[in-house]
């Protein structure tokens, strides 16, 4: 199984950006899928994600700023990032709990991460 990030970059503050995770390989089932972000010297946090009930869960710092949506059909999972601020400079990376085909259990899932500045 592989999560494919796209859809970082510089942007100004107040601007927007959209993420993109795909992913592919031998999947029976995707039970959730999201973000979490790394700035420089801090821990990694969650962004936003679907829960495994179907809903969707955000930070405090980017609710009414993000929003998470998907692509079922395609197994890839959105976030539309509006509002930009400097504080949410960060390398952003997908996650996603899968089960394969391949073992039929519930396994943990890393994309490359793909960096998002938001500068003057």
């Known amino acids: 199984v592989q999560l494919q990030a796209s859809g970082g970059g510089l942007v100004q503050p107040g601007g927007s950006l959209r993420l993109s995770c795909a992913a592919s390989g031998s999947i029976f089932r995707i039970n959730t899928m999201g973000w979490y972000r790394q700035a420089p010297g801090k821990q990694r946090e969650l962004v936003a994600t679907?829960?495994?009930?179907?809903?969707?869960a955000y930070a405090n710092s980017v609710k009414g700023r993000f929003t998470i949506s998907r692509d079922n059909a395609k197994n890839t999972v959105y976030l539309q990032m509006n509002s930009l601020k400097p504080e949410d400079t960060a390398v952003y990376y997908c996650n996603a709990l899968i089960i394969t085909i391949e073992t039929m259990t519930r396994d943990g899932y890393w994309g490359q991460g793909t960096q998002v500045t938001v500068s003057s």
């Open positions: 679907f829960t495994s009930g179907g809903g969707t």
